[in-house]
C-alpha cells in the first residue's frame, strides 16, 4: 500500500461518516447555533479525541493480530461484515425526529456555562458512548493494513476529514439545520447504508482475492 493510495482509501470512509446524520452530527449544529461557531468546534474537538482514542485501542489490538495472513482475512471478514451490517442499519434507518423538544434531549436541559471543558466533554461523551461508533472504528480498522506508517497516516486521513467537515457543518449551521428535513436525512441514511455495504463487500473480496 503506498501513500497515495492510504489516501485514496481513506477518503470516502472519511466523507461517508462525515455526512452520516446521526446524534454528534445534529449535536454539532445545535450546539453550534445555541452557543456559536467556537462552541461548535470544541464539541467537534471533543468527538475527535474520543475517536483518536478509538481508534488507538483498535490498532493496539490489532497490531500484532494482522500480521498473520489467516488472521488478516478473519478480520477482514469480520471487518467487511460489520460494515455490511452498520449499513443495513443505517439504510433501514427510521426517519429521524428534528424537533427542538428531541434537539434539547439529545444535548440535555441543563444548559452550561459556555468553556471549552464543557462543550469538548459533552463532545467526547457524545461519541464515547455510542456503541455504534465502536463497532464502526473496528470495521474500518482492517482497510489500514499492517504497516504501522501506513496505518496512522490512514486514521490521521479520515480524522483530519471528519474533523474539517465538522467544522463546516458548525460554521453553516443555520443553512444545513434548515435544509436537513427528516425525509432529507433518511435519504442520507439509504445512501450510507449502501456505501458502507459496498465498502464491506469490497473489503471481503479484496482480501480473498490477495489470498488466493
Known sequence: ????STILTALPIALAISITPGAAFFGIIQTSLE???KSGMQFAL?????????????IWGLANVMQNEIARLVCSIIGGSILIIYGIVSFFNKKPKLGEKHQREVLGKTEKKNHFLSHFAK?????????FIWILWIGITPYSGSVLQYQILFFLTILGTVFS?????SYFAGKIKNAITPNIAYLIN???GLVFCGLG???IAKMLVTIY
Not at 471533543?46 to 488507538?56: E, H, K, P, R
Request: include cysteine; proline fraction near 2%.
Open 1 to 4: 500500500m503506498s501513500i497515495l
Open 35 to 37: 452557543k456559536g461557531f
Open 46 to 58: 471533543g468527538i475527535a479525541f474520543s475517536d483518536f482514542l478509538l481508534i488507538s485501542l483498535c
Open 123 to 131: 463532545g467526547f461523551i457524545f461519541n464515547f458512548t455510542n456503541p
Open 165 to 169: 467537515i465538522d467544522c463546516l457543518k
Open 190 to 192: 439509504r445512501i450510507v
Open 201 to 203: 463487500i469490497f473489503l
